[in-house]
Structure formats: C-alpha cells, structure tokens
C-alpha cells in the first residue's frame, strides 16, 4: 500500500493561496482523491484508475486554461473512451503538453531554480516512469512503492511550482 499520494496536499494548498485559476484549485483537490484511491489498495479497479486517470487529465486542462486546446482533448478524450474504454493515452498527452507549457511559463515567468527544478522533476519524473513500467512488465513488484514515492515527488515539485504560473 502506497500513500504518497497524500503529498499532493502540499501542492494543493499552494494551489488554493497562489492561483487565481479555480478549476486548477478544484481539481488539485480532487487529484489527491483520486490518486489516493489508485494508489492505496491492492485491487486494481478499472474504474479507480479511470478516475485517477480524468483527476490527472481535468488538472491539466485546467493549467492549459485554453479554450481551443481544451474542447480538442476533451473531444479527443471522449472519443478515446467510446472506441477503446480507456483515456491513458489522452491522459498522457495531455499530461505531458501541460508539463511543457509550465516549464516555458517557469522559465520566463519566474527563477531560474524554479525552472531547473521543474525541468529537473520532468526528467527523473519520465525516468522513474519508464522504469516502475519496465518492472511491471517484468512482475517485479519489488521497488514498486519506492518508485511511487519517488513518482509523486516529482509529480509534487511539477504541481508545487506550477501554481506560480497558473493564471
């Protein structure tokens, strides 16, 4: 059981005191829900994970703040969920336009530590992703709560500095 998902609680409340976005606020709150839920029970459900899965795409929209790009991924959502009952790959690309945009926002809006940990945080974040997925493709369940752990951290330092930007 892994409840590092609970480290979300500090970017959210950095979150709910920086932006002006509310949606981000909102949605930042439910990502601690969600994620909590996937990340704390043993049983894979198909349904957690889908929530889990709408938390993270919902937060990332929200950063975006686009109107255009957002009625594109939430169409390309849709349509993903209705021909293959899943949205992991509306979910990532969103994930990760939304990790590019805040790091240009990062870089010119604030300090250059911001942008070197951000981009910092992307890099072993992508890492530690590749890796947790090449063990479960092996069944190596081993390291599985460390790399989490390791996961969220970086998915917390993203959201964390992200709010600075969130506007």
Known sequence: MCNSSLLFIISTIKALYVSKLILWKVFNILLIISSYLCNSFNVVDKNIILFDYLAIFLVCISYLNNMKINVILIALLI??????????????ITFVLT?????????I????????IISLSFILGIFIY???????????????????YVW????????????????
């Not at 917390?156 to 969130?166: E, G, H, Q, R, W």
């Open 109 to 116: 809006y604030t300090s250059p530590l911001y942008y070197n």
């Open 130 to 148: 590749k890796i947790r997925d090449l063990f479960y493709q092996h069944n190596i369940y081993k390291y599985n709560i460390e790399l989490t």
């Open 99 to 107: 990790i590019l945009t805040s790091i240009v926002y990062t870089y």
């Open 152 to 167: 969220h951290i970086c998915v917390l330092n993203i959201l964390y500095i992200s709010s600075f930007t969130a506007v």
């Open 79 to 92: 349509y993903e969920y209705y021909k293959f009952s899943t949205i992991s790959s509306t979910k990532t």
